[in-house]
Structures are given as structure tokens and as C-alpha cells.
């Protein structure tokens, strides 16, 4: 059973800067390509970045571009969503997702998800 972990969500002020990382267990990431979504209260899920197995292919939401960077580093089978200039608008719980091969920003895309971790950005 493929398996994701996030961390790296917490509390940070406006302007301030997070680094979520979401990491594999039981399998390789290597041919996964991963997405990353939030849900915020009352809201629906929705996509933030995806990146494709190798990473050649990327994809982030409008409202992220240029905020948010999304990276990979197979050999520690993790992947990365660094968020920079936060608002309070990205105040979330974030989760990774993870189909074969291909970026996706859809979540009906996606099989396997993790629990999640919260993202809140308040003064």
C-alpha cells in the first residue's frame, strides 16, 4: 500500500515562508507523479502544484505562481512545496497525492493521499 507522510506545516505570519516536504514509505517515488492540494474550512479540496515522476513536467495554481515552488529529490524519496511570501488566504490543511507518472491538478486523479498537515498564516 503506497503510503505519504507530510510535515513541515505550522504557523507563520504573512510574508513569512514554509517548506512542506511529503515523504513515501513502502514504495519508490521514482515513477509516482505527485500533486499537492489544500482544503481550507468550507471550502473545497483544490489543487496547488503537481510535479511529474521526473520532474521535468510542473504545473502550479494562479493564485501560487511565483510563490510557491514545488521540487523533488528521489533519492530521499521526498518531494518539496516551498512556500514563500504567504498570505493568509493559504491558510490550509495541504496534502500529497501521488498517481503514476503524470502531474495532475485534478484529485479524482490521484489514489493515494496523505493525512494532511495544517498550514496557517495569521498575525
Known amino acids: 500500500q503506497l503510503q505519504l507522510v507530510e510535515s513541515g506545516g505550522g504557523l507563520v505570519q504573512p510574508g513569512g515562508s514554509l517548506r512542506l516536504s511529503c515523504t513515501a514509505s513502502?514504495?519508490?517515488?521514482?515513477?509516482?507523479?505527485i500533486g499537492w492540494f489544500r482544503q481550507a474550512p468550507g471550502k473545497e479540496r483544490e489543487g496547488v502544484s503537481c510535479?511529474?515522476?521526473?520532474?521535468?513536467?510542473?504545473n502550479y495554481a494562479g493564485s501560487v505562481k511565483g510563490r510557491f515552488t514545488i521540487s523533488r529529490d528521489n533519492a530521499k524519496n521526498t518531494v518539496y512545496l516551498q512556500m514563500n511570501s504567504l498570505k493568509p488566504e493559504d491558510t490550509a490543511i495541504y496534502y500529497c497525492?501521488?498517481?503514476?507518472?503524470?502531474?495532475?491538478?485534478?484529485?479524482?486523479?490521484?489514489?493515494?493521499w496523505g493525512q494532511g498537515t495544517q498550514v496557517t498564516v495569521s498575525s
Open positions: 497525492a501521488a498517481r503514476y507518472v503524470y502531474c495532475s491538478m485534478d484529485a479524482p486523479d490521484f489514489g493515494s
Open positions: 513502502g514504495f519508490t517515488l521514482d515513477h509516482y507523479g
Open positions: 510535479i511529474s515522476a521526473g520532474g521535468g513536467s510542473t
